[in-house]
């Protein structure tokens, strides 16, 4: 794509002005660092609060009475019970099991659902909603509302200035808030392990906010590197590397966000697409696993690298890698055979014809610090 025909957030122009160095990602211009770099960007946000333009996400809005019993059609997640003023994890399936995109759900009360999407999967998600549920609710997509996320320690303190309440909010909390004089949708939830906030907020005054947070003496700009290291470090997937259709949520390792209700043996167990193949996944195991992977040597291993056993028999590859800048040493995910999935399994890495040793380790590699109350 040239850059005349990627998409601009409603923050592009204040990413030129703050020096970004921009990217194609997702079909949009994005913001990958900023002159602070990858690394300071990285440990400012585990240490303070940075603010991400995350506005290429697809912002959906489901409403009806059937809303939530439409949903629930498609995703192995509790969405009936699920609370006015909370959100939950969810993943779109397929008939095969495999995972279509992973998502957000919120309930707002009033029959209304507000899903936040993945910006590669948007279009085709919102084409999924319509295809099947159309006829059992309102669906009206909001692509272009902007969504900035605010994260780290220092979050809370910054956001409270401009709207004490949300300093009660706790961990994956949803609620419709007034900032600066605007209505926004605010979750406590975001992408980096730490605590931290997602605004939603209409694309005319998002410019206006974001300028607002970043003259806050806690906040910097960040971007696109900084969050992939961040969620890695914290052990959170992306969609398209770390799962896909080619996956299920058993190999996934995201059989936590398989609601109690909707597995085999729940109360609403089942009915969601490829429920069959996942049940039998979770009773018979599965062939390969996602796991977490620590390198021995200060050699970043990276996607696509084969993975292989002290026989140099090839047993899985890497989804993600990089640096861990908080950790101080590489970090890397990868589908391992489950035969080689116990912690501290030695593995090794086939990074340009040589071996790397690793050994498998538990995620999150750094401790998630959300705040729960």
């Not at 005349?4 to 990958?32: I, Q, S, W």
């Not at 770099?37 to 290429?56: C, P, Q």
């Not at 900084?226 to 052990?235: I, K, P």
């Amino acid at each position: 794509m040239t850059t005349e025909t990627l998409a601009k957030t409603p923050l592009h122009a204040l990413h030129l002005e703050l020096g970004a160095r921009m990217v194609p990602f997702a079909g949009y211009d994005m913001p990958v660092q900023y002159p602070l770099g990858v690394m300071k960007e990285h440990l400012h946000s585990r240490e303070a609060a940075g603010l991400f333009d995350v506005s290429h996400m697809g912002q959906i809005i489901l409403r009806g009475a059937n809303a939530a019993k439409a949903l629930e059609s498609l995703v192995p997640v509790d969405i009936i019970d699920l609370p006015v003023g909370l959100q939950r994890y969810a993943m779109f399936t397929d008939a095969n099991g495999g995972i279509l995109d992973d998502l957000m759900v919120a309930n707002l009360g009033n029959d209304t659902l507000f899903l936040v999407v993945n910006a590669a999967c948007k279009q085709q998600d919102l084409m999924h909603l319509q295809e099947h549920i159309a006829s059992q609710c309102h669906i009206e997509s909001c692509f272009d509302r902007a969504l900035l996320a605010l994260q780290g320690p220092k979050a809370v303190e910054v956001l409270a200035r401009l709207a004490p309440q949300v300093a009660k909010m706790t961990f994956m909390q949803f609620a419709p808030v007034r900032l600066l004089g605007v209505d926004c949708y605010v979750s406590r939830s975001g992408y980096t392990g730490e605590d931290g906030f997602e605004i939603s907020v209409p694309a005319e005054h998002a410019e206006a906010l974001a300028r607002s947070l970043l003259a806050e003496p806690e906040v910097q700009p960040i971007g696109l590197g900084a969050r992939d290291s961040l969620r890695l470090e914290a052990g959170l997937c992306l969609y398209g590397h770390d799962m896909s259709t080619s996956t299920t949520p058993i190999e996934a390792s995201l059989l936590w966000a398989i609601s109690k209700a909707r597995r085999a043996d729940g109360a609403r167990a089942g009915g969601f697409p490829g429920a069959e193949r996942i049940f039998a996944q979770q009773r018979d195991g599965v062939a390969s696993k996602r796991v977490g992977l620590l390198p021995q040597e200060r050699v970043p291993v990276r996607e696509g690298a084969e993975i292989v056993d002290a026989d140099g028999k090839v047993i899985g590859s890497v989804c993600s890698g990089g640096f861990g800048p908080s950790l101080g040493a590489p970090v890397a995910m990868g589908y391992v055979q489950s035969a080689h999935i116990a912690l501290d399994t030695p593995v090794w890495a086939m990074v340009r014809g040589k071996r790397v040793a690793m050994k498998v380790a538990k995620t999150p590699f750094v401790p998630q610090r959300y705040y729960r109350g």
